[in-house]
């Protein structure tokens, strides 16, 4: 199949993956695109809201779409590395033998992943960033595809750690998620109310569909404008460079990474293709922004005391 009839269909199959979500998750089109394009950029996500708003649901339902093997783990502060990423035993022949952790797996739902030490949370850098697995000195690879979706309560912080800017920057997203409309919060109501909310979901989607289209993602041809757009972008956040704004002057610490650039043109790449189109413009750039961009700057105390977050600095940036 050739990349225009691939991408044709990749096209029909995010109408129909969007569909199927919906009939289980009320509302949240930004929060379910924006994970759909980690998804098939292969990229790991952070979702960020209060609960109750069916983060585990939307990953659980994503996960059964594609028939990817989905793994929870739960993060609380006697959580253990070795939880996570499997630890050796003795066997009856007394020989060790590595007992793999619930990391091997497709996608991982990492939930409340603040609320584990910073030693644990590292347990998951390696593979966020390498797919791999280290343990006395050997690697083990992690199955293809490899996602962590993590999530994060934003308003409790007894008992939390702060994820390191080392982790932080290997989310290609943070999905700051938001309270329903009141129409919404009504058909959820009527949602649970009249149907099972634990139906059996049919996958859509294969994994082998999946690969194809995360290669054919990367094969996205891109113009010299767009990246110049997202660069200049990226470097308009880092208060001491040339092209910083007034606004980054004042309101940030430290800008965002090249790893900032690559994510955007990449998460750029796939919002084209989920629109029909075959390659990206600046307006997709804009789009992924600060989903990209606000867990990868720091911003300055005047900044807080002013009560800006990171998603308004860039909106600033972008108008």
Same mark, same amino acid.
């Given at each position: #199949? ?6 044709? %269909?990749?096209?029909? *199959? ?14 949240? *089109? ?35 779409? @594609? ?23 003795? *066997? ?10 619930? @990391?091997?797996?497709? =996608? ?14 590292? !347990? ?8 791999? +697995?280290? +343990? ?10 490899? =996602? ?5 309560? $934003?308003?409790?912080?007894?008992? %939390? ?6 982790? =932080?920057?290997?989310?290609?997203? #943070?999905?700051?998620?938001?309270? $329903? ?17 634990? *139906? ?21 041809? +891109? ?13 308009? %956040? ?5 092209? !910083?704004?007034?606004? %980054? ?6 800008? !965002? ?15 084209? =293709? ?35 977050? !990171? ?9």
């Amino acid at each position: #199949m050739n990349d225009v009839k691939l991408a044709e %269909t990749f096209f029909e *199959d995010i109408q129909a993956l969007k569909a199927a979500i919906h009939q289980r998750i009320v509302g949240q *089109d930004l929060t379910i695109e924006l994970m759909l394009n980690a998804l098939f950029c292969q990229g790991h996500c952070l979702l960020v809201g209060v609960p109750g708003l069916a983060k585990t649901r939307l990953v659980h339902t994503i996960s059964s779409l @594609v028939a990817l093997d989905f793994k929870r783990i739960q993060f609380t502060p006697d959580l253990m590395p070795s939880d996570i990423i499997g630890s050796e035993i003795l *066997d009856a022949n007394r020989n060790f033998v590595f007992n793999r952790g619930p @990391v091997f797996t497709n =996608l991982v739902l990492a939930d409340e992943i603040n609320r584990t030490p910073p030693k644990t949370q590292s !347990a998951l850098l390696e593979a966020m960033q390498e797919e791999t +697995v280290s +343990v006395s000195g050997t690697s083990f690879e992690l199955p293809k595809p490899f =996602l962590v979706f993590a999530t994060q309560n $934003p308003i409790e912080q007894e008992g %939390t750690y702060p994820l390191p800017e080392a982790q =932080l920057d290997r989310f290609l997203f #943070m999905i700051k998620l938001e309270y $329903p409309s009141f129409q919404d919060e009504i058909n959820v109501v009527r949602m649970t109310e009249q149907t099972r909310v634990d *139906d059996d979901i049919k996958p859509l989607l294969t994994i082998s569909s999946l690969l194809a289209y995360q290669d054919l993602i990367r094969r996205v041809p +891109v113009s010299d404008h767009v990246v110049e757009a997202a660069v200049t972008m990226v470097h308009k %956040t880092r208060p001491d460079n040339d092209l !910083a704004t007034e606004s %980054t002057k004042e309101f940030i610490t430290w800008g !965002a990474g090249p790893r900032a650039s690559q994510n955007l043109i990449l998460a750029s790449k796939c919002r084209s =293709l989920m629109h029909g189109r075959y390659s990206p413009n600046v307006e997709d750039v804009r789009a992924v922004a600060v989903a990209v961009l606000q867990h990868r700057i720091i911003l300055s105390y005047k900044a807080e005391s002013k009560g800006y977050s !990171a998603a308004d600095i860039i909106e600033m940036m972008i108008d």
